[in-house]
């Protein structure tokens, strides 16, 4: 098979395959793996020459590690230092110890357990993060800590790869050849001098052409020049890659550099996953399905049970300790990239090295599985009902009741305060009432959706409601409340988008201000004056278009049930809108002419 025809399956396949699993929840990384088992020989055999698209996909990795080493700025490491040295570094020197150990205990010699070991005590950065990002669950405490532990496990995967050629030279019964270490300390050190003092220089130089293509190239050139002469002087290319992208880190081509290799990166990654999807012998599960299910659940169980004290001891409770053990129980990327090293350096057999690879693809295809267990199942063995009442509210009528206490209401309040003006916060939300309490605010924890909390507020007594909530749903039903049981109280209400102003509207509600209309507006008035147009052609413009604006919404809220009415209404507003605009050119254009 020819180099394109190869071509177009790798890319057929790779569209194909990720789009699904990343529609069923699985991931990118789980749909190359997927994609490269059906094309691999195991099944369809599309693609003979496993191990020299292996190889060359490599350089996949090799960009993936030029670009964590582009991340590696000592300001960002100050302020993870905690949950990356700390969390991050407990998590895999003990995962690590304790998977070598049990590799040990199976018979396998003491180079081969910890390269196992360390190996499959890391996890799959690709895969965790995208889940975390597709849930929103990046800040979340369980999303803080696994981002830190899989920060560190980056940084780790460079010693790992320096580390397991040397277990593969040493002499002896697992001594160290300490001439080799020396060899390397100082190898590394010339490096890192020389690459300090030149690549700026020669960067710089490049820059200087303005020749886009060109600095393309030198990026290309840097990761991979820096990967070959490492492994010339018998290193990892991951690891001068590595340290080439950490040269450069705090230098001003850090963004250019990383803009240039993030598509080849990309596309050669997914390569790599797709070439070790393609090297999984599946046949291992029929013919040896007990062993592959016992070393994927062994992995899975020990990383776990490691994973959750860890999570207690870095002060996350409960629940969140079990979603960060089951998060990181897979194995990751990186093994791969490990046993592959390992086994062109001798230390594992193929055999080993096929059911690893199979073991580590499968528990990565458990993860999102556990992860939904743990949401349905195990969150609600964790989830305590709610102990705090709500707050005891002051017997004081306020003629200002503000209901959502976030960025918004914040804002109304700061300036009621300015102006004496007293009024009467609630806020559904604990943690948010604790956090602006320490600011000096006065707010009270209680649920504006219920009508013993609107009550409590004294809402009778209210000359202005302000429904300042960010949750669509909330904010209707508390105006429901207010238009039935306090019909007489005027609401001023926040709305997320044109269908909540809708909404809202259909109650009653006759103040509804947009979340971004107006700082849309603002923003639109600058970016005219910075255009050159007179600051009150300027400003006309975009009161032309807020009073249209206002207009069109009055008139949509009739028919903003009915979706084909709606479209034509606002095409119809478009186009009248354009000849608003039209008409106040050509009212200009006459007068400047009088």
Known sequence: ???????????????????????????????????????????????????????????????????????????????????????????????????????????????????????????????????????????????????????????????????????????????????????????????????????????????????????????????????????????????????AGVLVADSEYRHQLETDIEPFKGLLLGLFFLAVGMSANLSLLTSEPLTIAGITLGLVAIKALMIFPLGRLYGLDNKNSVTLSLLLAQGGEFAFVLFSIASNNGILDAALSERLILAVTISMALTPILYLFNERVLDNLFTQPEARPFDVVEDEDHDVVIAGFGRFGQIIARILSMRGIPFTALESSIAQVDFVRRFGSQIYYGDPARLDSLRAAHVDKAKVFVLAVDDVEQSIRIAELMRHYYPNVEILARARNRNHAFRLMDLGVKVQIRDTLRSSLFLAEEVLKELGIPEDEAHNAAETFRTHDEKTLDRQQAIHHDEEKLIQSAMESAQQLRELFESDDQARTVNKKN
């Open 1 to 243: 098979m020819s180099v394109l025809q190869q071509s177009i399956v790798f890319l057929g396949a790779g569209i194909v395959a990720v789009p699904i699993a990343k529609r069923l929840g699985f991931g990118s990384v789980l749909g190359y793996l997927i994609a490269g088992a059906l094309i691999g020989p195991s099944l369809l055999g599309l693609i003979p020459e496993v191990e020299e698209t292996l190889h060359f996909a490599e350089i996949g990795v090799v960009m993936l590690l030029f670009v964590i080493g582009l991340e590696l700025q000592p300001s960002r490491l100050r302020v993870l230092r905690r949950s990356v040295f700390g969390l991050g570094s407990t998590q895999v020197l003990l995962t690590g110890v304790a998977l070598s150990l049990v590799g040990h205990l199976f018979g396998l010699h003491w180079s081969a357990a910890v390269t196992i070991g360390f190996a499959l005590a890391l996890s799959s950065t690709a895969f965790v993060l995208q889940m975390l990002a597709e849930k929103k669950q990046l800040t979340s405490p369980h999303g803080r800590a696994g981002f830190g532990i899989l920060l560190f496990q980056d940084l780790a995967v460079i010693p790992l790869i320096a580390l397991v050629p040397l277990l593969a030279a040493s002499p002896g019964e697992g001594a160290f050849d300490f001439v080799r270490i020396g060899e390397t300390a100082l190898i590394l050190a010339v490096f890192v001098f020389g690459g300090r003092y030149l690549l700026r220089p020669i960067l710089r130089l490049v820059a200087s052409a303005q020749v886009h293509e060109i600095f393309t190239a030198a990026a290309l050139g840097l990761v991979i020049g820096s990967a070959l002469l490492m492994q010339f002087l018998g290193l990892s290319m991951g690891l001068g890659a590595f340290l």
